[in-house]
């Protein structure tokens, strides 16, 4: 039997609830939508979220809100997928990258403070794994910045500082401190693609934190953005007398449709009981390799409560062509594993942007050396140890 890397789980009541939306007549974004945006606003405690059609396009519209573009600078990590930074190319502002810490996948906070100057806008930070970054020590680094900040809006001028936009695509409901991440960064940023702790199939969210600004005009901004800068949508045009609209931006396609939103209701409603089962799978993992060569990312830190998106793991003393081994023997065994990530200036777009993996040693170190190992919640106990065992034979 072949154990898979991360397929959805999927049941019987997300098809229900599927099959309901598409016998109610109406299948795109609407009364569904709606609802599970308000679902998701109450169990994060965010101030108002936005539901979207991927985690891509939230942290654009993020960018974007806040006016960032030509001539601005974004930060963020060399340790992560291609979106965290090919947003800040959308807007056309330049992509800076940071190193990693040599013991942790988050980025380099003296780095990051040697990075800032009076171009830069905006910082995201990545939740790897599920795991939330260290937002006080983020924060503390964006306001001793405050005085070389030059807003370029009123938001950017009411904010007076460096924008926080955190790629939480690993985290919902992660929480550092005891708070969750959208209370905390100025804007929080979701993922429900088909891998993720809580899935749509496709689709993403948008949360703003209480106090960043006016919630409902937040909302209506990035419906505007989302829906083609049309300034009504298709729920609001079918009330009676109400066809009219107007245009107010050439903006972007990019909402949510009560089709994924149906599935999201029904996982939203599950969610505690996956993330149990998340965390009893990372436990279990943890004591199979206690005494091996497999060195799994620390998801039980004091300060931080993960989501256990990713069972990320270093086998000590193996480079690149180990690692690649080794996934090969897994294979071998139908164990299916991954790597999470390949820094991104070891890729030919960030290649042809001029970044050098020389300049991000962390990254590479750490990349060379890390496999991720299947961590979704189809897996049972046997299959757990069946994976450990294999692992810890392969690598002696």
């Known amino acids: 039997m072949t154990i898979k890397f991360s397929p959805p789980d999927i049941t019987e009541q997300e098809i229900a609830e599927v099959v309901d939306t598409l ?11 709606k609802k599970f945006e308000e679902k998701l ?38 340790y992560t997928y291609t979106a965290s930074a090919s947003v800040i190319d ?3 502002a330049k992509i800076v990258l940071c190193d990693i810490q040599k013991d942790s996948l988050e980025m380099d906070y003296e780095q990051l403070k ?9 910082i995201i930070p990545i939740d790897v794994a599920g795991i939330p970054c260290d937002y006080d020590k983020i924060m503390e680094i964006v306001n001793e910045k405050k005085d070389i900040f030059e807003p370029k809006n009123s938001y950017q001028e009411d904010l007076g500082r460096i924008l926080v936009l955190s790629d939480s695509a690993h985290s919902f409901a992660g929480k550092y401190k005891g708070k969750n991440v959208c209370e905390i960064a100025d804007i929080t940023c979701y993922s429900f693609h088909a891998v993720k702790n809580l899935t749509t199939s496709e689709g993403g969210a948008i ?67 996956l993330e149990k089962r998340r965390e009893e799978i990372v ?3 943890n004591k199979n390799f206690e005494g091996s060569k497999v060195a799994a990312l620390n998801h039980f830190l004091e300060d931080r409560t993960s989501t256990y998106h990713l069972y990320i793991a270093n086998i000590e003393g193996a480079d690149e062509k180990e690692r690649n081994r ?65 692992l810890i034979k392969i690598v002696g």
């Open 23 to 33: 016998r109610s007549g109406w299948i795109t974004t609407g009364p569904k939508t």
């Open 41 to 78: 606003r109450e169990y994060v405690n965010a101030e108002r979220i936005v539901c979207l059609n991927s985690a891509t396009a939230s942290m654009e519209l993020g960018l974007r809100l806040f006016g960032i573009g030509e001539g601005d600078e974004v930060i963020t990590s060399s």
């Open 90 to 92: 959308h807007v056309g």
């Open 114 to 122: 040697k990075l800032i100057n009076k171009n830069t806008k905006a």
């Open 207 to 273: 949360a703003i934190r209480r106090g960043l600004m006016d919630p409902d005009e937040f909302y209506e901004k990035i419906q505007h953005f989302s829906l083609h800068g049309q300034s009504k949508d298709a729920l609001s045009k079918t009330r009676i007398g109400s066809w009219e609209y107007d245009i107010l931006g050439t903006y972007y396609k990019c909402n949510m449709t009560d089709i994924v939103s149906s599935i999201g209701l029904v996982q939203l409603d599950r969610f505690k009981g």
């Open 283 to 285: 436990k279990r993992y």
């Open 326 to 390: 080794v996934i090969e023997e897994l294979a071998k065994k139908d164990i299916a594993a991954n790597v999470h990530y390949k820094p991104l200036p070891l890729l030919t777009a960030y290649k042809n942007l001029g970044f050098d993996i020389k300049d991000f040693p962390n990254a590479m170190s750490r990349y060379k050396s890390e496999i991720t190992l299947p961590l979704h919640t189809l897996l049972t106990d046997e299959d757990v140890d069946l994976v450990s065992k294999e």
